[in-house]
């Protein structure tokens, strides 16, 4: 079994920043992309960043220059470093990893979800 771990979220000015924090654990064999989604009131969920095993990142449009996704492997955590952060942006934000399951020898390929963090950005 495998479970992921958020901290970080909270309430920001606009303009502020905040930092996300997830770290998997479990019975993981290896942890391929990692990344993070959001979820605003009334909206679908959408994909903020994500990061490869080798470290390659990739954003949304709206975040780009201002959001940061880097992970530690050896710690099994993703960040997101959130930058001049905006009302709108006022969401859950989900980390989602993808990992081959299995103690010793691999197992099963899984994309599992964190429990979400709301991130309030208000004045």
């Known amino acids: 079994q495998v479970q992921l771990a958020e901290s970080g979220g909270g309430l920001v000015q606009p303009g502020g920043s905040l930092r996300l924090s997830c770290a998997a654990s479990?019975?993981?064999?290896?942890?391929?992309?990692m990344g993070w989604y959001r979820q605003a009131p009334g909206k679908q969920r959408e994909l903020v960043a994500a990061i490869t095993s080798g470290g390659s990142t990739s954003y949304a449009d709206s975040v780009k220059g201002r959001f940061t996704n880097s992970r530690d492997n050896a710690k099994k955590k993703v960040y997101l470093q959130m930058d001049s952060l905006k009302p709108e942006e006022t969401a859950i934000y989900y980390c989602?990893?993808?990992?081959?399951?299995?103690?010793?020898?691999?197992?099963?390929?899984?994309?599992?979800w964190g429990q979400g963090t709301l991130d309030t950005v208000s004045s």
């Open positions: 989602k990893v993808d990992v081959l399951t299995g103690t010793g020898r691999p197992d099963r390929f899984l994309g599992i």
């Open positions: 479990g019975s993981i064999f290896s942890i391929y992309n």
